[in-house]
């Protein structure tokens, strides 16, 4: 029963995975959305919608991870990469408090302040770009947890 529980939760990662990259996408093009000044405000609107959706699949996706998901699965069969997944759960910790500084300042931001949206903006490409790095440790790690042989055999 135990392979199937984390086959699911590996599914239920993945699937994961997939839609918040797409959500990332999305919120990418509307950050990069260049409009009219009559248009700032459906812009607005919907970076407020994206980000968001982004927030709630980024959490969603943080707690498979650290409930049951691959952190727990990788310090079982390799102890000696814990340092690696403190890391990781560490930026957990800072993409949820970027998260919660971002949201606020996007529903608050006022159409006529041009530079102040401009900044936020920013902020949010800086996250996104944080949290691809981030991704690509994670790989790195479940790739290096499965593949590494750490010889032993004679």
């Known amino acids: 029963m135990q392979a199937i529980d984390a086959k699911t939760q590996a599914s ?3 699937l994961e ?8 996408q999305a919120l990418r093009v509307t950050l990069g959305w260049k409009v ?3 248009g700032i ?7 407020q919608f994206t980000l968001k959706s982004f927030q709630r699949h980024l959490e969603r996706l943080m707690d498979i ?9 990788v310090e079982e069969i390799k102890p000696n990469m814990h340092f690696r997944i403190d890391r990781l759960e560490h930026d957990h910790g800072r993409f949820r408090r970027a998260m919660d500084s971002l949201l606020p300042k996007v529903d608050s931001l006022s159409e006529y302040d041009d ?3 401009e900044t ?3 902020e949010i490409y800086t996250l996104l770009e944080r949290i691809d790095h981030h991704d690509k440790e994670e790989i790195a790690l479940l790739q290096d947890s499965m593949w590494l042989d750490e010889g032993g055999e004679g």
């Open 12 to 14: 239920a990662a993945c």
């Open 17 to 24: 995975h997939e839609i918040l990259n797409h959500v990332k």
């Open 36 to 38: 009219p000044t009559e």
């Open 41 to 47: 405000p459906r812009k607005l609107s919907s970076v």
């Open 65 to 73: 991870e650290e409930q049951d998901g691959y952190m727990t699965f």
């Open 115 to 117: 530079a102040e949206i």
């Open 120 to 122: 936020v903006c920013e």
